[in-house]
């Protein structure tokens, strides 16, 4: 029993330093930790294949923690392993058992819960919100699959946390897609946070769920190593069997093992302290004794087959011309109008040859979001992922493509990306580079009525534009492309950029108000037309409506400056220029509800102090459905006579 | 089979009428609707207990349909019964054949999704937004039970929806709390939006699943109407059984029924015209004489037991002091310091004894919201409903027991809310009352880390605050209360208004600034120090800090005055004339994102034109884990010694 004896010393060991890292930093849970100690000791100490050393190595086994608050027991065993952190990549060090003590500290790396981004690379995504980790490991093993890599991915998930929803449509996914490189770890300790578990998370319970859902769930006792080692050997044998179902592991265990006065309910995210630390470690120790704790045997470490994947060649991606040229699409361009979210599709198409990294992934929408171009396309279709109706997993297996080293393309209705908001930011957090397209933005869709609007979704990313990322950038780019060449071009541009971006294309088809020539970045607008007595500020489809607008005003003898403004965050010093030529009056126009461009002005202006006026149109009243774009912009008192009459009212003119 | 044939002529006329209106409107969904016309015809015509001249009565079963767009279906059958319908409740009229060809128009009642609030009662929730309806439907038969009434509550669930995990958080919580009154009826087509439905989403499939989670799964053709009958009176059966599993329907359908032309992929979402029209109807007619349909038996609508529940008596909830007297927690003034969130929970706690409406629910984190106050007093716990580690669910049921005349009171953590934030949308669509209190809100909480932490919130609710509803209110009020009895005030204020709230409560505890004397009201703001030389703005505990940079700055000789603007939407007017008396200087202040409280006073002060100068501070990089507080703010460079240099900076003044 020399493999068992010497799991039970590791396990007392990860279970003793959790309790002294979480007294150490006044909180923290370290009896979730002891309930892993057994499951994370034949993990990372000898059944996955990976180098302490260089825990980023590509074809390392990953190990998601999606139950995040448990990590001190990870921690435990990085710091007893020597595994590389550093918040400075090019300083990494071997982590120590000091740096665990400084758990949660202001300027440690050893978060509350797991981050790679402030110098923790073993982890691939944050995690602590919980039920999204399984869907990270579905994102990691999809990209090892691209890649011919034949690592593995385990995930450890709380049983309270697999009452969240997100967890079974990733369970969907991986055996719809016969993902049987993920290895779910489903952690029985019986207690959630407030209470025990209810009885539909029991381990019983979650096991038939697994083998309806089809999988292979074995159920085990997740303190008996020979039993963990035997299931995780089962998955590994099941990983290159396509007879076989995918492997799961269900694992009944002891939220406070081996300390019986850490055990029952009251002790969840609890560090115990003083004497009741004494006793929890007096509890550890006669535990270890009463198994036969015994490190008598040396466990294996290490990386197989560990050949580095040839980086694939990116080249310059075509022009929306040529790749309209190209795919026999004339016709969008010929006709005079394009829809925005078309010119996406056929940018996505191209990038999808130019750029071997990029990978699309849809939620049941791809013929309204074009994103059907790339799916239809037997080249590329290998990196199109559907992951139907469970937009909160796209994204995290978004954020798990993004730790594998791809640029995730997710599109779905800009209405449903808000479903995946949380995933979202768990994703910003990680660091990842993810790109979201959402479609049929805004009210100008019309029909289908506001349960398929986006209406307070721009004031959302731009909360993120105002706040920064650890590499100093705007922590997302919000774009509102107004055309189809704008469009083709800020899609390439959000490839070639190495962080989140937002972007909204539109249902309707409109003019073309831009050529090949013209040049897009991350942070830019453009002058569309200048003028002296008013600026315009608007973009995407209220560009078109503010053109609009500017004839009526120019029939009555007004300058009127117009400007699209396609990105945020923008240039303020630039903006406020432009205000400045234009008698410092500006308006702004959108096709959502507040806090969106017009705030974003309105936050410019103000803070210079220049005395400008911003008067703000968008969204006022939660809309309905009408038969046409125009119902709803006259609906809201958005179409080209409002906008024109609001101008004049604030040059305290009367309409002609 | 005359209960058969009359089925079918229903179905078929339903079917029909299906085509004609998406025609007519240019947009909608007639094949989804056609798989559903037996299914609809069996429960509007003959099984559901309901009265069509009354369709929003307390005793009447009711309909949710989860997959909102094949509505065309239940708009015919209402137009064919003439169900009442109207914007103006005052001025219900029966819907009639002319109305449903007015589908989707924007002068009409007959929106392109489910929503009651435009003028169609007999919804209870807007739908469309898919897999939201089961968790609607489990609220709705929570206050049912609250009222002892014994209705049932039929949802009806797309194939392609049941891939939302959201269905399977509520599969969970019908079989948790045994909720034999609602009735999931899975409609299996076969076909999603962009393709078929995945291997996950056959019916075979769904039935294993529905089983593994504890129901009894019933598998029929949902074409049968005997099967479809003896189905709806299984779950009857059960409904009061204690000993039966709730029962759960899972119907083989054909979509586009009837008509061969419409059936197979490609025509989702796509109206028929012209010769396709034609054709399809001549097809559902040659079907029509094919399954023998003839309208020759009388079908029986009408309501049994229509007894209607007395309303209980709402009193006048106690106050703080009076709260801690009652429960024995006097405690938590006598400390000196008090917890928002602890104060929030003797506020809920009083609620439950003065407002029998009120019904308060979980997400597993009862002990960190102190919602437990409400779960630990037997003689509240009824109206306590534990969702579990389950967010999307637990919002949606709130949507639900409004539209059964609660008044539900939502606590989680503010960070977990996001996880709801599509639920939480489609209800303020809905016009329904419901209360968030968002816990451990902004980055006080410090030791958990940014998984924890609410960053963008206070963003995206106030782009809510900026448009209004069908009522002419704000569609959200955002309150964010700085000491105990201001959040024990607006607790209580919430609860007598009629509509959407959000509050952030605090993690830290934080000083008395209030006492039981001073009033707070949706929309207010607190003058806290008046002054002449700069205005702080700010709330929450950003309020605490201000004070002590306001000792800092009067050290100085500096005038300062601050307010507590712990309200969105605030007055306006007063707003600019408490900047005007303090040098046109402002600055705000958030433990947040960008685009809140800072953007809300940018928006009045630059559209005023006043010239008034407005400084934001808020957090301007992703945070991380830090021990204490103060940690924290130093970090995000938050705290009151940053606060006051901002402020001499901003009066052109270097630090004394």
């Known amino acids: 029993m020399s493999f068992d004896s010497t799991i039970h010393a590791k396990a007392v060991d990860l279970a003793k330093l959790g309790y002294e890292m979480t007294a150490a930093a006044g909180s923290g849970h370290p009896t979730s930790s002891a309930s892993l100690a057994h499951i994370t000791a034949v993990l990372m100490y000898q059944h996955m294949r990976w180098e302490p050393a260089n825990p980023l190595h590509p074809c390392s086994d990953r190990l998601v923690l999606s139950a995040g608050h448990a990590c001190p027991v990870i921690y435990a065993a990085c710091a007893e392993l020597g595994v590389m952190i550093g918040a400075d990549p090019q300083n990494w060090r071997p982590m120590t058992r000091d740096d665990a003590m400084t758990l949660r500290a202001i300027d440690s790396v050893v978060e509350g819960h797991p981050n790679p981004i402030e110098g923790f690379p073993f982890f691939d995504a944050a995690t602590g919100s919980l039920g999204q980790g399984l869907s990270v490991a579905i994102g ?49 300790n019986g207690y959630a946070q407030s209470d025990q578990v209810s009885k539909q998370q029991t381990a019983e319970v979650i096991t038939a769920k697994l ?85 008598d045997t040396t466990l294996k470490i290490g990386l197989m087959n560990a050949e580095r994947p040839v980086p694939k060649e990116q080249t310059e991606a075509l022009t929306f011309l040529q790749a309209c040229e190209k795919f026999g699409q004339k016709d969008l361009i010929e006709g005079g109008k394009c829809a925005t979210r078309r010119a996406y599709g056929v940018a996505l198409h191209a990038l999808g040859y130019s750029h071997p990294d990029v990978v699309a992934l849809d939620a049941d929408v791809k013929n309204s979001t074009f994103a059907e ?30 730790a594998g080293n791809k640029i995730p393309f997710c599109s779905t209705f800009a209405k449903f990306v808000v479903r995946g908001y949380d995933q979202i930011e768990m994703a910003v957090n990680s660091g990842a580079n993810f790109k979201i397209i959402g479609s049929h933005a805004g009210i100008t869709l019309a029909a289908d009525g506001p349960s398929q609007m986006s209406l307070p979704d721009v004031a959302w990313f731009r909360s993120f534009t105002t706040t920064q990322n650890k590499k100093g950038q705007p ?77 009526i005003l120019d029939a009555q003898g007004l300058d009127v400056a117009l400007v ?52 703000q149109m968008f969204v006022k009243k939660i809309p309905k459905s009408g038969r046409s774009t125009d119902d709803l912009l006259a609906y809201t008192g958005l179409n080209a006579q409002n906008i024109a009459a609001q101008a004049l009212e604030m040059l305290q003119l009367t309409p002609a």
Chains 1, 2 share one sequence.
């Not at 969240?164 to 897609?177: F, Y």
């Not at 249902?507 to 007595?533: K, S, T």
Request: hydrophobic residues 40%; aromatic residues 8%.
């Open 475 to 551: 922590a997302f780019y919000v774009l509102q492309p107004c055309d189809a060449y704008q469009a083709y071009a800020l899609t390439l541009a959000m490839a070639e950029y190495d962080g989140p971006c937002y972007m909204r294309t539109l249902r309707p088809n409109v003019e073309f108000l831009y050529g090949e020539a013209d040049q897009f970045n991350l942070g830019g607008h453009e002058l569309l037309a200048p003028g002296r007595d008013l600026m315009i500020v608007a973009s995407g489809y209220m560009v078109h409506e503010a053109n609009d607008a500017l004839d």
């Open 211 to 295: 083998e309806a859902y089809g999988l292979d769930a074995k159920l085990i006792d997740g303190h008996n190593p020979t039993e963990i080692q035997e299931a995780l050997s089962a998955h590994a044998q099941a990983q290159f069997n396509p007879d076989s179902r995918p492997v799961a592991i269900v694992a009944k265990t002891v939220k406070g093992w081996g300390s019986a006065s850490q055990q029952g309910h009251g002790h969840h995210g609890k560090p115990a302290t003083g004497e009741d630390m004494a006793q929890a470690l007096a509890e550890l120790e006669a535990t270890s004794v009463q198994v036969g704790a015994t490190a």
């Open 140 to 188: 990691l093993a999809i990209a090892a699959r691209i890649d011919n890599l034949d690592k593995r991915v385990f995930c450890i998930i709380g049983d309270g946390e697999a009452r969240e929803g997100q967890i079974w449509e990733a369970v969907d996914q991986i055996a719809e897609m016969h993902l049987s490189a993920v290895c779910p770890i489903i952690n029985c």
């Open 564 to 615: 699209d403004l396609y990105s945020l965050p923008f240039d303020d010093e630039a903006i406020l220029d432009l205000a400045n030529d234009a008698n410092g009056m500006i308006l702004t126009l959108e096709d959502n509800y507040g806090g969106g461009i017009g705030s974003a002005i309105a936050d410019v202006v103000s803070a210079s102090g220049d005395g400008f006026t911003v008067k």
């Open 373 to 402: 171009d790339f799916y239809k396309d037997e080249e590329l279709n290998d990196r199109f992922v559907e992951c139907r109706i469970a937009e909160q997993n796209m994204f995290s297996v978004a954020a798990g493509l993004s």
